[in-house]
């Protein structure tokens, strides 16, 4: 059972271009979560996701950021016109459709780097 | 300008000694607490959780306490290895009122270096 897979690894971008961040969660899970990570730091929590829905973005930027979790295929998060302040380490997680709080799952992250 | 991070707070322990690593958590209302580990360049791993109407629970070679008083929880490593070498972050959920939702806080981490 593979785990949540995230690419790409490492994404290198100018100041202005569009980054495009994939993950896939586990098999079996529908709910998933974007936290950012600045170096030194704890992870922030940006959304969360169930298929099709957005379910809280609270801690999404309110501008250039957005996310989505279509029903075929991958979570996206998605920057437009980057700026060096959004390098950072992207980290998605994901956990099982269930009524009880379950553990996440995280992927290893995309690390994002702004020129 | 460029905003300086802040360093993590460190603590070196001997192989085999117990080192205990803490944590302060902010909202009165959490009522759910994680620690994770985080080796360089790979995502949080679970280690070990407790709810809010306990005050202990182990796992294997592993401890976490909260004290609900002073909004503290603690994890303790019991005879250390070098693969227990990272970085350790407490985190609290911040929003049960969602059902199944894992709206997480991490606390600042702490990194843990054992000695051979």
């Known amino acids: 059972n593979a785990g949540v897979m995230q690419n790409p690894r490492h994404l290198v971008r100018r100041r202005g271009q569009e980054a495009r961040l994939r993950c896939s969660p586990m098999?079996?899970?529908?709910?998933v979560y974007w936290y950012r990570q600045l170096p030194e730091e704890g992870l922030k929590f940006m959304v969360y996701l169930q298929k099709e829905n957005i379910i809280d973005e609270s801690g999404m930027p309110k501008e250039r950021f957005s996310a989505e979790f279509p029903k075929e295929g991958p979570s996206i998060l998605r920057i437009q016109q980057v700026v060096r302040g959004d390098s950072a380490a992207y980290f998605c997680?994901?956990?099982?459709?269930?009524?009880?709080?379950?553990?996440?799952?995280f992927g290893s992250g995309t690390q994002l780097s702004v020129l | 300008g460029e905003s300086v991070g802040l360093h993590l707070p460190t603590l070196s322990v001997q192989e085999g000694d117990n080192s205990i690593i803490n944590c302060a958590y902010s909202n009165s209302a959490s009522d759910y607490f994680i620690w994770y580990k985080q080796e360089s360049g790979k995502g949080p791993q679970f280690i070990i959780d407790?709810?809010?109407?306990?005050d202990k629970r182990q796992g294997q070679r592993v401890t976490v306490l909260l004290n609900k008083t002073v909004k503290h929880l603690s994890l303790q490593i019991a005879a250390t290895q070098p693969g227990d070498s990272a970085v350790y972050f407490c985190a609290e959920n911040i929003d049960p009122k969602i059902q199944g939702a894992q709206k997480l806080v991490f606390g600042q981490g702490t990194r843990l270096t054992i000695n051979p």
């Open positions: 997680a994901s956990s099982p459709t269930t009524g009880v709080r379950e553990k996440l799952f």
């Open positions: 407790i709810r809010s109407n306990m």
């Open positions: 098999k079996g899970h529908s709910h």
